[in-house]
């Protein structure tokens, strides 16, 4: 793993980051993740950048590649991917801005997207999806990242749901890992997989 900060600004009482993360899991993949970072300094922007990181995908990728390190900020679950049984080590939704009415809508993106998902007949290996939407009153960003390219059946599906109307910006976020179980680091038992109680939508 590697990462970088790029686009840094600082203004008067404002300083922003990008950190961009790399993540290679195995021959021929690199897992790329960006996030944005907001501070009233430098150092504060990069912490921000950083807790983005921490709450969205670190704890997906320790469950997803190294089972022995305990997280409980992930959840892993079996779906049937295009016939095929897939071990799916799904994260946090991340939030940022005024979120209107967006507590009750969660559960309904997580569903479409992993019926979505289901629907797919996906390569054998690792593959990794990441949701970003932001909405407000000059912003309507819908991005559906697979294997790090934009994916339009996917982006569709999620940009055609009655995302909320809000005067001000609002953004959610989730990254989620689909592994085959010839890829799992260990066997899954019944303890790992089941519904994700209501709380682990919300971060």
Known sequence: ??????????????????????????????IVESFGGFGATRNEAIDDAFENFVAGTLHVLLAAFFPDLPTDQADIEEWIVGGTKKRVVVGNFTT??????????????????????????????????RLYQARGPTTNINEVLLNNEPDPGLQAAIGLMPWPASTSFYSVRLFLVVQDRSDESRPMDSKDVGPRPWWRFWR
């Open 96 to 129: 940022r801005g005024q979120l209107p009415a967006l507590r009750e809508f969660i559960p309904a993106i997580n569903r479409l997207l992993e019926n979505e998902v289901k629907a797919r007949v996906l390569s054998k290996g690792t593959h990794w999806i």
């Open 1 to 30: 793993m590697s990462s970088r900060l790029a686009n840094e600004q600082t203004g008067q009482d404002l300083s922003s980051v990008q950190l961009d993360t790399f993540f290679v899991p195995g021959p021929g993949q690199e």
